[in-house]
């Protein structure tokens, strides 16, 4: 166990590694000048090699790599260059609010597809089936950004049941929650379907009616908890893309999370902020899929790791 | 002696009760379930080839008389405006259509780019074998534990707002699913006994790689691509969304959706429509791509 601790930590070191490294090369590689973008068109030439100077970009690439990656470690990415303050002072200071929405909305997907993916495997092929595979389909197609935007049309604007932006109360989180996680449902409810598909045939669920348990309790103890392991593995996996998904969410919604700082950093051309919050959500997906892989170990005692 | 009982009209052949019926069945179902997928998909490509030759699309010309008209109103100089105009007067049927060659022209575009880079890393690495493999396929793991929209919103921030960024953007974040299935149908192609003969046979590795093993890895990424299409015209609208994908001059849907936030009061119309028709089409795609794997792919049968 403690051995593959350590080679699932070393390789989301090395995953980490290759995230800050991509950074590095799409920021200073990328054909374009950082330091150009940084003043805009109305910079003068001086301004422009100022900043190369300041930022080191006048240096060997190697150099700036090593240099970059010394500092990386040290989580030190500068000074924000709008912000009056150090990028990562800046995105620390929002992750609480994109981590209350991401678990938000992951929350509420997993209460909504539970039910959803359990009704369809027991009802297999019938309408009710259908009409759940259908809503599954439409959750994952229509884009999220525009599903919030709809949200606040229809319930902030007509309805006006509730707010439409800023974090606040339980009410201000619903309708961020509800459009961040309708990207999530279809696919955890077609995977408690199919889970639960597979799992009713099994002798044991069958030895479970023989000795005269009713439906419930054979799939609420025996079925249920086999049939969720996978369920766990991709939510998981969704968690960190509900990461990424949050930046455009928090958009819609005006949500002060990571997600809104990055979107706006990139607007006032703030790079250091822009690599740091690109970084720390990578980071938080890199995270998430390795507590998913420990908690494996624990969730099925068939699986023994060595 | 009795008359053996009348053949009945269409002389079926002799199936035992609960067999599964014959495959030419199943492929009729699934014929006519792709036809009926690729219809909105054909009004589609059909819309984005020909719309804006029927609406012409006129960037330029601001009518502010005619702003925040609902849809169907009809304007000033007689003409109807079946979805509505937007903030500044323009038609936003004539922009929606537009918008539907932009997403067709960036998606098509940026599928065939990721897929041919895909194509040949997948298949390079799967040939290669050894360290090329290893290397490359490792570049992959690593692109896929990166939220792939995040990269995309990062390479877009780099290189500024325009249609030719979005494909470069979309096609370097999303090769590595094309590169993994051409690798992994290479694997299996290069084991085969006419590869091997070939080989043997004195065939060059350009040859053999292009003539014996390319053909095989096409089909299951034809598969990728229908569903790819789907994730990248989803993509394309949010990087245009933030601002990050087609220039203001452009009415890609995502750019129209954005900007009718300011008017949801006003004008609900605005922000609904191109969202419709992006949600419509993305649904079209995958129900077809879903169709196509299971119509490729003789092993499932469909329930």
Redesign the interface.
Known sequence: MSGYLAGRLAYSIFVLWGAITIVFVTVRVVPGDPAQLMVGAQGTRQDVEALRHRFGLDRPLPVQYGGYLAEAVRLNFGQSLRLEQPAVDAVIQRIPATALLALGAMTLAVAISLPLGIIAAMARSSILDRAVSAVSLVGQSVPNFWLGIMFILIFARTLRWLPSAGIGGAEHLILPAVSLALLVIGVLTRLVRSGLVDIIHEDYVRTAYAKGLSVRPVIVRHALPNALIPVVTVAGLQLGHLLAGAVVVETVFAWPGVGRLLVDAISNRDYPVVQVAVLFITAGFILVNLLVDLSYAYLDPRIRYR | MSSSPPLPAAAAPFRPPGAAAPRYRRGRRMRARLLAWSTPLAVFVAVAALGPALVPYDPVTVRLGERLKPPGAVLEHGAKAWLGTDQVGKDLLAQVLQGARISLFVSVTTVIAAGLIGLVTGVGAGYAGRTTDALLMRLA???L???????A???A????PSIANVIITLSVTRWVTFARVARASTLVTKEREFVMAAHATGARVARLVGRHIVPFAVTPLIVVATVEM?LVI?AE??LS????GAPPDHPSW?LI?AN??NY??SA?WI??MP?IA??LV??AI??FGDTLRDYLDPRTVS?
């Open positions: 793991d690593l692109q534990a990166f939220p792939s929209i995040l990269l919103i990062l390479i921030a780099v290189l500024g789907g989803l609208a949010s969304f933030l601002g990050l995502g959706i009718g936030r949801l009061s609900w922000s609904t969202g992006l949600s993305v649904i995958g129900q329930e």
